[in-house]
């Protein structure tokens, strides 16, 4: 690709920006499996997964530099399975002493959940020539990302640090990638087919697919290690918001006391963080985050089963079939 002048950079969003690669990053490219991406040029394959170009230098990087502490919390989720929720809900879960004020001033009502919790690969190490230095933040630090259980760097895996993965239906999961990608891609660019794009879903090229080897690695984890890995479902938490805050509460350390229940503080986060109340702040109408993506683009219908406006019953039965395949004999349906 050839490199974009400090003008063309400066009017192109920062997570279209491809050009400005480590050198680690340049070399290994050539070595990996290569396809189209959906909303960045390329997808390469590595360790069994398809990331960006951008993103698997920011993966490298994170793996190079992060270091976890036994407090942190770190959220993880494949792209559009809730992640912009659940960060909106641990954040105002661990801050709520700090403000106690939910319908006042709360950082929520005039922050995007994403400038609130970092990503690693997007916000934190997405610059080649920047490592920021995270010993400043207050504790517990509170991370998210996309990244794989098996790119980790190993500082999570060995800490006591906290994992909460949560994962969505495929189909919506799908459905939502979709919506999501054909509005953040290039301008010029034409929409996704959506028949190509499903068909790449299907073969696991997606970012960082194959979908259900990272949430199988994840759901292992959490069978493995109850005390480090959380394993929730977007669909579950949907019916059972309040339920589901507080074992989230509990598995972090931060249970609620009788006397916040009874106070209706749960109640008041899980109203807080809703997609009715989030999607309709004048905050997530209007602006972008850090790395370009408008507010807006975070929240489109926030429902279970939208999956039924946009597949056909043959790419349902195909879907539904892969998902049993390599999740069913897991355990793990949606
Ligand atoms: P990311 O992985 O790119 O950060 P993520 O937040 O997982 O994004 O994806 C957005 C999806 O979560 C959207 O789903 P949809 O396309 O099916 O509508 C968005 O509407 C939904 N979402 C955003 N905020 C909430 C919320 N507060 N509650 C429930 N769903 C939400």
Redesign the pocket.
Known sequence: MAKLSDHESSLVPKYLQEDDLSQECKELIPTLPLEKGWISTNFHQYQGFWISTMFLQATLSCQKHFQALDTDILLV?????????L??LTFALLNRNKYPNIHNNHPLLTTNP?VLVP?LEVDIYYDKDFVPDLKTLSLPRLFST?IPYVLLPNSIKESSCKVVYLC?DPK?TF??LW??SNKVRPQCSEPLPLEESFEKFCRGVCLFGPFWEHVLEYWKESLEKPEKVMFLK?EEM?VKPNFYLKKLAEFLGYPFSKEEESEGVVDAIVNL???E???NLEVNKTGKVGFGVENKD??????VG?WKNLLTVEMVEQLNTIVEEKLGKHGLNF
């Open positions: 989720t494949t792209p559009k399975s809730g992640t912009t929720w960060k909106a994403h990503f996309h969505r919506d459905a939502s919506h999501f977007y949907k963080c809703s997609f109340k989030l999607s975070y929240f489109r219908r926030g429902q939208d």
